[in-house]
């Protein structure tokens, strides 16, 4: 079996910079990915990606693909990483398709929706309900809708469906939304929108679609007559195929300064670690800083 010089779990902006620093060093590497971009290509209107004072998040993937291209980087898309094993000098990345070895790995595997744990969420999931304003907003144009959340992913959302849905709930748990204050401001600024702070999710009903969801706040349950619902209540980290590689309590990747995980050879990049920001560029710069610390290691040892 082919042993790689590197393996890349994931391909959102943490490991499509590594790859690139990768294909630069000439090292012999493989992604393996379930699909391109990650959080990138479900984000709405970008305004702090450094060079583009404007771009939405499927333009910017559209550019992380096209750099990709430029180096001709072997890639396995839709297949989905199921166990990572160290032995000796080797690691092995078991996924759903296959089995490859390598003498480093980096995880840069992302994050993924938190679900909301209520009646009628997994019923209704792709007939009514989703994770994803970017990829399904288009779906409820004229419609009344609910977003659930209040943080920034939340308030994104909501302003993208602004310009699609008729009407749009923001259905947020505690107090006050708590985001970017340019974001807060356009959302005040919109005709469309109705915040209601301090209200809980209880359940979601309708017949083949979604038609209503109950909330209730301190007052009382009460009904909301909706036909789509947006969740937007936080991400969970992508990490539990890594086993034996440490972390914190909320299961995000422990790494130093060098993005260097407590097995050697294993590196980790991204929304995945315990990197305190969770930002498209932060992501991409610890990406690159993982690709030269894997450079580094190959360098530092025989094989």
Known sequence: MQIYDLIIIGAGPAGITASVYAARKKLNFLVISLDIG???????????????????????TEKFQEHLRKYDIALKENEEVLELVKSAEV?????????????????????????????????????????????DGPLFSAKTVAVIGGGNSAMDAALQLTKIAKHIYIINITEKLAGDQIMFEKIKQAQNVTILNNHQIMAITGD???????????????????????????????????KNVEKNTKNEINIDLT??????????????TNVLEKQIIIAAGEG?????????????NKF
Do not use: M
Request: glycine content about 10%.
């Open 38 to 60: 990650g959080q990138t290509a479900w984000s709405g209107d970008i305004e702090n990606y450094t060079g583009y004072q404007f771009i939405t998040g499927p333009e910017l």
């Open 288 to 300: 690159s800083k993982a690709a030269l610390s894997a450079y580094r290691y190959l360098a530092k």
């Open 208 to 242: 083949k679609f979604v038609r209503a969801i109950k909330i209730k706040n301190k007052d009382g349950q009460k009904e909301l007559a909706v036909e789509g619902v947006f969740v937007e209540i936080g991400l969970i980290p992508n990490s539990v195929f890594a």
């Open 91 to 135: 690691i092995s990345v078991n996924t759903n398709k296959g089995n490859y070895q390598s003498r480093t790995v980096i995880i840069a595997s992302g994050k993924k929706s938190r679900e909301l744990g209520v009646p009628g969420e997994k019923e209704f999931k792709n007939h009514g309900l989703t994770y994803c304003a970017t990829c």
């Open 259 to 272: 993005n260097q995980t407590n097995i050697p050879g294993v590196f980790a990049a991204g929304d995945v």
